[in-house]
């Protein structure tokens, strides 16, 4: 099975600043077939990005995915209070699918 | 209301059995293809069970296989999975998740409930 690694795994940053979040799979996924979510403690996770690019409805333009092949970042241009959360990716490009570890984003 | 809502959850012993439940609301659930995912405390999420919109297909982790069974019954908008032999591996929170488009096999969610507790512990 494919493995996520997430990198870093908190990441301490301010409302404002810029948070790039990384995710590393220990092979090709293919057509690019990664996903990210925002969860929050008691709350449902919520599809930011799918297929590695896409913004899933409602998803406010400062989140942006890109990356290919191995490779993968989770872009938030200007973080606000609400975006504090931990984010996961996930691969459905092949089986069974899988998901990074999660990296936590918290107020500095 | 758009929604997915688990219950069923709470503390078994190791050995026991337990059935969650899944009720959809809001869409046109009996067109989309559902699963359920886990969390185990302090780790990330893990996909458990598929099961297709017509309940015609299903897929397992290897690691709940023979164990769970996951099931949906569309004329009652409800998804639910049986798991059996349970461990204390088995404790997380479950969440039933979308496909993200309708009869398309995507694999990936765009609706989640807020997730039902299961402990399992002696």
């Known amino acids: 099975e494919i493995v996520l690694t997430q990198s870093p795994d908190t990441l301490s940053l301010s409302p404002g600043e810029r948070a790039t979040l990384s995710c590393r799979a220990s092979?090709?996924?293919?057509?690019?077939?990664l996903a990210w979510y925002q969860h929050k403690s008691g709350q449902a996770p919520r599809l930011l990005i799918y297929d590695a690019s896409s913004r899933a409805t409602g998803i406010p333009d400062r989140f942006s995915g890109s990356g290919s092949g191995t490779d993968f970042t989770l872009t938030i241009s200007s973080l606000e209070a609400e975006d504090f959360a931990v984010f996961y990716c996930?691969?459905?490009?092949?089986?069974?699918?899988?998901f990074g570890q999660g990296t936590r984003l918290e107020i500095k | 209301q758009v929604q997915l809502v688990e219950s069923g959850g709470g503390v078994v012993q190791p050995g026991r059995s337990l059935r969650l439940s899944c009720a959809a609301s809001?869409?046109?659930?009996?067109?989309?293809?559902m699963h359920w995912v886990r969390q185990a405390p302090g780790k990330g999420l893990e996909w458990v069970a598929f099961?297709?919109?017509?309940?015609?297909?299903?897929k397992y982790a290897d690691y709940v296989k023979g164990r769970f069974s996951i099931s949906r019954d569309n004329s009652k908008n409800t998804l639910y999975l049986q798991m059996g032999s349970l461990t204390t591996e088995d404790t997380a929170v479950f969440y039933c998740?979308?496909?993200?488009?309708?009869?398309?096999?995507?694999?990936?969610?765009?609706?989640w409930g807020r997730g039902t507790l299961v402990a399992v512990s002696s």
């Open positions: 996930q691969q459905y490009g092949s089986s069974p699918i899988t």
């Open positions: 099961m297709s919109f017509d309940g015609s297909n299903e």
């Open positions: 998740a979308r496909d993200r488009l309708a009869k398309r096999g995507n694999w990936h969610f765009d609706l």
């Open positions: 092979q090709s996924v293919s057509s690019s077939y």
């Open positions: 809001g869409f046109t659930f009996h067109r989309f293809d």
